[in-house]
């Protein structure tokens, strides 16, 4: 079988036989089984997308002790807040407490779970991911990096289900699919990609719409806080011998200056990462004091996924991210230390 990656699948026929077997096994009904959905700490389109799009067939399959979550603040960025699904979600505060099954989606590593790491101890755990660092944690995992979305792996388990696509949860995969292609212009947008975007479309889903809401729409101030954080970015030419880096960073202080929200920071790799000169693209983002979210990029000489499972995270080849600490200044000569190591 062939997948929206374009090459051969990353899971075995064994894997998906499990897993199909798991999901049949769990016992419908409002006295079934429970089940609990989770997707990584801030929560991005790919991870929400993916997370409901399947909670939804999981209920339209008559499973109803269902409920969705991801750890951390229990807050929605604005475009996803209108995603099919949402009512499924609850903060962490409300998750099941022994669930017979829990499912992942999109989370590459447990430290991605934070206290909701507590639940891998049920008698069935099933990570969703595409993640090439993927430590598979799971009892049972279906992880393909090839795919490229974790969106295409759940459209490949919900096929062998049976379960057909309706309009509700096309349009959270495609929102995954769109997010994590970066609008189908990323090099793993193959054929496969497109012809899955098809099938989904087809339901009746308005492309237009869903690109307006997620890539299109942001408030005055985010515009504001992005000339910011734009005006203060660094290009580094001899960085990663000599293909460049750029970068820049943004704080708390930016965001409550323009009162804005963490997720409004996610955009700002795209205008980075177009520089000519530079190779690799860096935006660390504060989190809290002296910690940093940072958003790695690269255009092909670099794999940033090895620099940043070097310092604690994970990814792609092209796309990867860690939690750094210190001084955005400390992370950024961190990041830089080990670039030579991991060209391609």
């Not at 499924?88 to 590459?108: H, N, Q, R, Y």
Request: aromatic share 6%; hydrophobic share 45%.
């Amino acid at each position: 079988m062939t997948t929206a990656s374009g090459g051969p699948g990353g899971v075995t026929g064994e894997e998906w036989s499990a897993a199909v077997e798991a999901v049949r096994g769990l016992a419908p009904g409002a006295d079934g089984d429970e089940v609990q959905l989770i997707c990584h700490v801030n929560p991005d389109g790919d991870a929400l997308g993916s997370m409901l799009g399947f909670a939804l067939a999981l209920r339209k399959s008559g499973i109803t002790r269902l409920r969705a979550t991801f750890p951390g603040e229990f807050e929605l960025p604005v475009p996803y807040q209108s995603l099919p699904g949402v009512d499924l979600l609850v903060p962490e505060s409300g998750a099941f407490e022994a669930p017979k099954a829990v499912i992942t989606f999109d989370v590459a590593a447990e430290s991605r779970l934070g206290g909701l790491v507590r639940l891998l101890d049920a008698p069935c755990v099933i990570v969703v991911d595409h993640h090439a660092s993927n430590t598979r944690f799971g009892r049972l995992n279906l992880v393909d990096p090839r795919a490229a979305a974790t969106s295409v792996v759940v459209e490949g388990l919900l096929t062998r289900l049976d379960v057909p696509l309706d309009a509700e949860i096309a349009e959270c995969l495609y929102v995954a699919l769109a997010t994590d292609t970066g609008s189908f212009k990323f090099d793993m947008t193959t054929p496969e990609v497109h012809e899955l975007a098809a099938r989904l479309i087809a339901t009746g889903i308005s492309p237009g719409d869903i690109s307006r809401r997620i890539f299109d729409t942001r408030p005055f101030g985010a515009m504001k806080l992005a000339g910011d954080v734009l005006g203060r970015a660094a290009l580094d030419p001899a960085a990663a011998a000599g293909h460049g880096m750029v970068w820049t960073y943004a704080t708390l202080d930016d965001l409550r200056r323009y009162g804005q929200r963490p997720y409004v920071l996610d955009s700002l790799i795209d205008p980075i990462r177009s520089v000519a000169e530079a190779d690799v693209a860096v935006v660390v983002k504060q989190t809290g004091d002296d910690e940093w979210a940072v958003s790695l990029r690269s255009k092909g000489a670099v794999d940033v996924s090895a620099v940043a499972v070097a310092l604690g995270g994970g990814g792609h080849r092209f796309a990867a991210g860690f939690t750094g600490h210190g001084t955005p200044g400390d992370v950024v000569t961190a990041v830089r230390a080990r670039l030579e190591d991991h060209l391609l």
